[in-house]
């Protein structure tokens, strides 16, 4: 019986576990809308009245069009989550599209809400995704041409790199209507307010003159 409170300890943490993730839903249909006086809270954001919902609710026509990568990553990601597409609310999946110039970078960067599946529509890719501590940190990475998936496992930290000479697309499905985007340069160098210079030069073992400068850049988001 000792044992009693550490086996309801583990059964209480693998419970909390299995729900962080995005309920099912409760009803046929929830759009998501911004008039909360109309509106009923199931989850994820607060629904259209389903009688009145229309197709519309349920299309999303952004990601035909091409992004605009002439930036410094020479990328362009193009979202199409609840916040773009309300028709999403409470199913649990998004999607997005994303454009490379050639050498262009989507930059490591993780979804800590979902798992990313990957598919090269045109180029070729070099991806990858690093594990936890658990295994080490250890980098899996491979090279992708046209018609190649791949998945990043939930919570990773994950990059697309266009290693090829021409223009490249690929198409991305996520486990969340709201997998989150935590693009690790931009939050560890251009957090608002910044990171202590303290802290940054002792975790990655920097002259405070190199964080400083780093601090000082504008870190662009490709989303």
């Not at 490379?100 to 798992?115: D, I, K, Q, Y």
Request: with cysteine; hydrophobic share 45%; glycine share 8%.
């Amino acid at each position: 019986m000792k044992f009693l409170p550490i086996t309801l300890l583990i059964l209480a943490l693998a419970i909390a576990t299995a729900l962080a993730y995005d309920p099912s839903p409760l009803q046929d249909i929830c759009v998501a809308t911004n008039d909360l006086e109309s509106g009923v809270f199931v989850n994820g954001k607060f629904c259209k009245d389903p009688k009145q919902a229309t197709a519309d609710d349920f299309v999303f026509m952004e990601l035909r069009n091409p992004g605009n990568t002439s930036n410094p990553l020479g990328s362009k990601v193009t979202q199409a989550f609840v916040q773009q597409f309300p028709g999403l609310n409470t199913l649990g999946i998004s999607m997005a599209r994303i454009d490379f110039a050639p050498g262009g970078l989507n930059p490591p960067h993780t979804h800590p809400r979902g798992t990313e599946l990957l598919v090269v529509v045109e180029g070729t890719l070099l991806v990858g995704f690093v594990t936890s501590d658990q295994l080490n940190n250890t980098l899996f990475t491979k090279v992708l041409y046209k018609g190649d998936v791949f998945v990043f496992p939930i919570g990773l930290i994950h990059f697309q790199l266009n290693i090829g000479n021409t223009y490249a697309l690929a198409f991305s499905g996520l486990s969340s209507q709201n997998p989150g985007l935590i693009t690790i340069a931009n939050a560890v160098f251009g957090a608002k307010a910044p990171i202590s210079a303290d802290v940054l030069t002792k975790a990655f073992q920097l002259d405070k003159k190199v964080v400083d400068h780093l601090e000082a850049q504008f870190w662009y988001d490709n989303n």
